[in-house]
Nanobody, 125 residues
Framework: LQLVESGGGSVQPGGSLRLSCAAS???????????ITWFRQAPGKEREVVSC????????TYAESVKGRFTISRDSAKNSIDLLMNSLNPEDTAVYYC????????????????WGPGTQVTVSS
């Protein structure tokens, strides 16, 4: 499965962005069986889970730091998994990645084989 993120950019504190993770490739027909996770990595910090979705049953989870502000969802028409980010703050500044696994739901980054190249999100005044 090939993944490409888009939608990053610079925004002021309190602003919003919608990230998109577009899926393609030879295994796309099996997309319904995948688990998709949005990770982020800030400079000097480890990559961390932001939000996860099971495409088979719609289960979602969120990191405590983004709960209530971020929403993960699927756009079936576009074969994409979106991350709507509201009430952004400077601590949300990071490169955001999406990753896919047919086996692991919301696991650590080492368990994922398919990754996008990332999209930069910068929150500053």
């Amino acid at each position: 499965l090939q993944l490409v993120e888009s939608g990053g950019g610079s925004v002021q504190p309190g602003g919003s962005l919608r990230l998109s993770c577009a899926a393609s490739g030879s295994t796309l027909e099996y997309l319904d069986y995948y688990y998709i996770t949005w990770f982020r990595q800030a400079p000097g910090k480890e990559r961390e889970v932001v939000s996860c979705i099971s495409l088979s049953d719609g289960r979602t989870t969120y990191a405590e730091s983004v709960k209530g502000r971020f929403t993960i969802s699927r756009d079936s028409a576009k074969n994409s998994i979106d991350l709507l980010m509201n009430s952004l703050n400077p601590e949300d500044t990071a490169v955001y990645y999406c990753a896919a696994s047919p086996r692991y739901f919301c696991s650590t980054s080492q368990m994922y084989d398919d990754w996008g190249p990332g999209t930069q999100v910068t929150v500053s005044s």
